[in-house]
């Protein structure tokens, strides 16, 4: 059974930085894409940043030059580093690891960017 698990989230204050850890397991794959999205209350759930498992990167144009996703050392791992954030970053972060053709999700991380 494939699971996919979020940490990281937390409250933090305009300008702070987070960073958040996803980890997929049950599924071994050369080939995939995880990436992080963002849900905000009451709006849809929108990309932030994805990385294939050859390391190309694409970032939302809000959080270019602010936010930096990189794979871990294990196998199936991702980080999304957040610096500068901004009450507008506040939602639930959601990890999605897609191996070929199959899409699995986290439960989210809730981040409050708030003073």
């Known amino acids: 059974q494939v699971q996919v698990v979020e940490s990281g989230g937390g409250l933090v204050q305009p300008g702070g930085s987070l960073r958040l850890s996803c980890a997929a397991s049950g599924y071994i794959s050369r080939f995939y894409v995880m990436g992080w999205y963002r849900q905000a209350p009451g709006k849809q759930r929108d990309l932030v940043a994805s990385?294939?498992?050859?390391?190309?990167?694409n970032y939302a144009d809000p959080v270019k030059g602010r936010f930096t996703i990189s794979r871990g050392n294990a196998e199936n791992t991702v980080y999304l580093q957040m610096n500068s954030l901004k009450p507008e970053d506040t939602g639930v972060y959601y990890c999605?690891?897609?191996?070929?053709?199959?899409?699995?999700w986290g439960k989210g991380t809730l981040v409050t960017v708030s003073s």
């Open positions: 999605n690891f897609r191996p070929g053709g199959n899409d699995y």
């Open positions: 990385i294939t498992s050859s390391g190309s990167t």
